[in-house]
């Protein structure tokens, strides 16, 4: 079985330099004929266009294909990786080539791996702005259901769906941001890190599933569904792959060399706690608990705005008032005896006129416009552009759960404020509404 290793460690050395030569490979092919399905070019096309649009007119069947903001989102990059080793193994003659994943533990500690900065290797591409910042912690982890994780579901497949998933929002989308030139738009496997990068997220999917109560779809919607890519080898020179046969990585050959999940922003905020016996407590609790569907609302705003404006959330509901007796009777100790209250923040149909995925803004919660305000998300809107140009939008769910007592405890509105992340930003997202929803008891 192929075993696939972290990029930063001596053991994928070999691993990248194969890789290089793949690149240099796929790259010719396309320099000799741009419509060769298993050259560099056709095969970032099968992920979209530069601004995520549809497939235009007259276009290859399988351009623009592949699956965003729904539940098709990781086995539909799980197939076209696979697809992506079998080429660069058949290109170079070594067929137990793996590649290499980007070892990243979140989106704030991103660093281009040194094979990829070398401007003499197939690695590089030009137009990289990387400029690391500091951005959400991820909260992939905490996500008790595969639809939270993974993407809204759908009975068949779209190319750009409306319901991102925990690991697509972040770290997916912020890394693809961070990056910046190619691998901030929809035709983002023109740069080598595409591959590692997905990779990395490949993962995530199969460490989520180690967690306690975590598991895949059930539903034929999702196992019987199915994707075709070119393959250098099939005699038709297409493979069809279905979901049911990638859903674990022994399912599809392969495996990683660890498994260990990085911490969530839950983790890390039990972590700073001062108190050994608060951490123990409260990482005691750590396993799901709860549902991710059948959302109650909180509040909402009673209108739309842009990340220019200051919302305002008013909070009323009987599961917050009866979280409020617990704090007022029993304190802090007696809110980890129950856990955090399931806390969400949404922005709901959000749309974006210009700009790609480097047009990031950091979202920021805050108690009744006093004490500490509180980084809850980081919005980096990658193919949105192009969906909001032919009429869609999208919906971005942030788990806060790990604030919800600090932002919930006192009464008063929420105050939702953005900052970009980079001042020279070129998009400005907007949305109908910023709501809070907790899950229903």
Not at 17 to 38: H, K, N, T
Not at 110 to 126: G, H, K, M, N, R
Not at 208 to 232: A, H, I, Y
Request: charged share 25%; proline share 7%.
């Amino acid at each position: 079985m192929l075993q696939r290793k972290a990029v930063s460690t001596e053991a994928a050395a070999d691993d990248l330099a194969i890789y290089a030569e793949g690149v240099r490979v796929m790259r010719q092919r396309s320099e000799r004929d741009p419509m060769d399905p298993l050259g560099w070019v056709y095969q970032s096309r099968i992920h979209g266009n530069s601004r995520g649009e549809e497939r235009g007119p007259g276009e290859p069947v399988d351009w623009s294909s592949c699956q965003h903001g729904s539940w098709f989102f990781l086995p539909w990059h799980r197939m076209s990786l696979l697809q992506f080793e079998r080429i660069v193994q058949v290109s170079t003659g070594e067929p137990e080539w793996a590649l290499p994943y980007w070892d990243y533990p979140d989106a704030s500690n991103v660093t281009i791996p040194d094979a990829f900065l070398d401007e003499s290797s197939p690695l590089f591409q030009p137009g990289r702005a990387f400029r690391p910042r500091e951005l959400a912690a991820p909260t992939w982890q905490d996500s008790g259901s595969f639809v939270a994780f993974g993407g809204g579901e759908r009975e068949r497949p779209v190319h750009r769906g409306r319901e991102l998933g925990s690991v697509e929002l972040n770290p997916h989308n912020l890394v693809h941001g961070l990056v910046s030139g190619d691998m901030a738009s929809f035709q983002s496997p023109l740069d080598p890190l595409f591959y590692i990068h997905h990779c990395a997220i490949d993962r995530f999917w199969e460490v989520w599933l180690t967690l306690e109560k975590r598991r895949n779809p059930d539903k034929e919607s999702w196992l019987g569904s199915s994707f075709s890519f070119p393959d250098p080898e099939a005699s038709s020179g297409r493979r069809t792959l279905f979901v049911r046969d990638v859903q674990t990585v022994a399912a599809a050959g392969y495996s990683y060399d660890e498994l260990t999940p990085p911490p969530s922003a839950r983790e890390r905020r039990v972590m700073a706690r001062p108190s050994e016996r608060d951490r123990t407590g409260m990482l005691a609790e750590m396993a799901p608990r709860r549902k991710d569907e059948d959302l109650e609302l909180l509040g909402a705003t009673s209108r739309g705005g842009t990340v220019r404006d200051r919302a305002e959330i008013g909070v009323a509901s009987e599961a917050l008032e009866r979280r409020r007796s617990v704090l007022a009777d029993q304190g802090p100790r007696g809110a980890e005896d129950i856990g955090p209250l399931p806390l969400f923040l949404r922005l709901e149909n959000v749309g974006i006129e210009a700009g790609d995925a480097s047009s990031m803004w950091n979202v920021y919660v805050q108690a009744g416009g006093e004490g500490e305000r509180h980084l809850a998300g980081t919005i980096a809107p990658f193919g949105l552009a192009g969906l909001t140009a032919e009429g869609g939008r999208q919906t971005l769910t942030m788990d806060i759960s790990h604030l919800s007592d600090e932002l919930l405890g006192p009464a008063g509105a929420l105050e939702v404020t953005f900052e970009p992340v980079y001042e020279d930003a070129e998009g400005e997202p907007f949305y109908d509404r910023a709501a809070l929803y907790t899950t229903a008891e």
